[in-house]
């Protein structure tokens, strides 16, 4: 597995992360939300 490759893996890994990050803060939001408003 060459450099360019690994990077490019990592960079996937992360941008996954941060979309999976932004969801989560969306769904928890949301559910929130839901809670407080009656």
Known sequence: MNITNCLRVIRNAWHF???????IKVVCGGFAIALLTP
Do not use: I, P
Not at 17 to 23: D, F, P, Q, R, S
């Open 17 to 23: 992360h941060y979309a999976l990050n932004l969801v």
